[in-house]
Structure formats: C-alpha cells, structure tokens
C-alpha cells in the first residue's frame, strides 16, 4: 500500500508543468564573459614544455610511437584575438618542430586564455604538419590556424 501511495505521488509530481524560470533565476550571475587577454607569448618555455609533454605522451599512448618534439625553431605569432573582442582570447603561433627522429616539420599552435581544465588558466591546441595521424585539423593542419 505505501509502495502504491508513493508511485502515485510521485507520479503527480512528475506531471505537474514546468514553470518559466523567475526573474532572479534569468538574470543571476550573467554579466558575460570578462576576459582579460592575458595569454603567454608564443615562446614561453612553459607553452614549449606543455606541447613537447603531450605529444610524447599522445604518440606513446595512442600511436605506439617513441617520437618527441626535441624543441621548437622560428616561433612567429600569426594572430591574436584575430575573431570578434568577446570571443576568448587565443594567440596563434607557427614554427617548426624538431623531432627525436631527425626530421624537421611545421607545427601550428594556439594558446587560448581560459583552455585548460575546468577553464582556469590557459591551455594549448596543437598540430604538427605530417603527424596529425587522426586528422583532427585536417588538411596539413590548417584548421589549426585563425
């Protein structure tokens, strides 16, 4: 019998129509975005460090590579904030990556202000020309640049 009063319950509970959320609920909290632009230099040897990390630990983990990213020559910027003032604020970097197997390749950055986990601090996305082997910014990792 309580079982059978408590699905009942339950169930008119559940069909009772949703309200609209209330003023307070609406407008609580949303100022918007503020970002303050503030994003490591293509050359930080932070950025350098945090790239090098995962790509020795993605061609290790998901590619059975032993390749690493020994370093990184001719870092230009190509963009900053190249898209609209609110949109989050990226620095785009280009250079060429010297790997462990003797080659030299293109490799295409952005450092992105609010990027990392649960989005404090930034964080990098990256692509080297030639190893991008799941075609994530496909084609020649174009889709890697603004």
Not at 26 to 32: K, P, Q, V, Y
Not at 41 to 47: H, L, S
Not at 63 to 69: A, I
Not at 115 to 128: A, D, F, K, P
């Amino acid at each position: 019998m309580r079982r059978l009063l408590a699905s009942a319950v339950l169930l008119l509970a559940c069909a009772a129509p949703a309200s609209a959320a209330s003023w307070i609920e609406l407008n609580f909290g949303l100022s918007g975005p503020r970002y303050d632009a503030v994003v490591p230099m293509c050359d930080t040897p932070a950025v350098i460090g945090q790239i090098s990390s995962k790509f020795a630990n993605k061609e290790g983990e998901f590619w059975n590579s032993n390749l690493e990213l020994i370093g990184i020559d001719r870092i230009r910027e190509t963009a900053f904030r190249p898209w609209a003032p609110q949109a989050i604020p990226r620095r785009f970097c280009s250079g060429v990556a010297r790997i462990s197997d003797g080659s030299s390749r293109r490799i295409h950055y952005s450092i992105n202000e609010t990027g990392s986990w649960l989005g404090v601090g930034w964080g990098i996305e990256w692509c080297v020309v030639g190893l991008d082997r799941n075609w994530a910014y496909n084609p020649a990792c174009r889709m890697a640049q603004p």
